[in-house]
């Protein structure tokens, strides 16, 4: 009777237990500004966007976290090298889940690396970048969204010393596990 007890426990538990670690996935595009030490324009690629999210901390609908991602994107632009632009950020979220409402509204601060070629060069710079992104995620199914993000911070750092624009946008699909 007892392992009944604790099986149905158990069971009960796991049918109202609410995801907090997510996967996702996104088409993504992300927009350099323009350099002038290097003496080069401005450009926007497209490409992808992984990675995933941890709500550890909870009060009421607010849900504290963090968020980590890679991004792969490039474009032609009619150069030799064509212009790439890769990175990854960590950092914190902050994210809005109402108990009946599907759309789930977010923030997000974060720090890392992106490194680019600005199309004039074979190899790519490294750079410190920083990033506030925002966005919404929509259930369409349970455990799994659509979402809908921007982007802005800046890419310092060996780019010539100076302080390069760095825009993302993205639309994807969130898999909550």
């Known amino acids: 009777m007892r392992w009944l007890v604790i099986f149905c426990t158990l069971c009960w538990f796991a049918g109202t237990a609410r995801a907090q670690f997510a996967l996702y996935v996104m088409g993504s595009g992300?927009?350099?500004g323009a350099n002038?030490?290097?003496?080069?324009?401005s450009f926007t690629a497209y490409g992808g966007t992984v990675g995933g999210y941890d709500n550890f901390l909870g009060a009421g609908p607010l849900k504290l976290g963090g968020d980590a991602r890679f991004f792969v994107q490039s474009s032609s632009n009619n150069n030799t090298f064509g212009n790439q632009l890769r990175g990854g950020?960590?950092?914190?979220r902050l994210a809005l889940h109402p108990p009946i409402f599907p759309l789930k509204p977010y923030v997000q601060a974060e720090?890392?690396?992106?490194?680019?070629?600005y199309g004039i060069q074979s190899n790519r710079a490294l750079n410190f970048a920083y990033q506030l992104q925002g966005g919404v995620d929509w259930t369409v199914i349970p455990h799994v969204d659509v979402r809908g993000e921007y982007g802005a911070g800046k890419a310092l750092g060996s780019l010539g010393g100076t302080s390069i624009t760095l825009q993302e946008f993205g639309a994807g699909i969130v898999l909550r596990l």
Do not use: F, Q, R
Not at 111 to 117: D, E, K, P
């Open 111 to 117: 720090v890392g690396g992106a490194s680019t070629n």
């Open 89 to 92: 950020l960590l950092g914190m």
């Open 36 to 41: 002038a030490i290097n003496n080069t324009s």
């Open 30 to 32: 992300g927009h350099l």
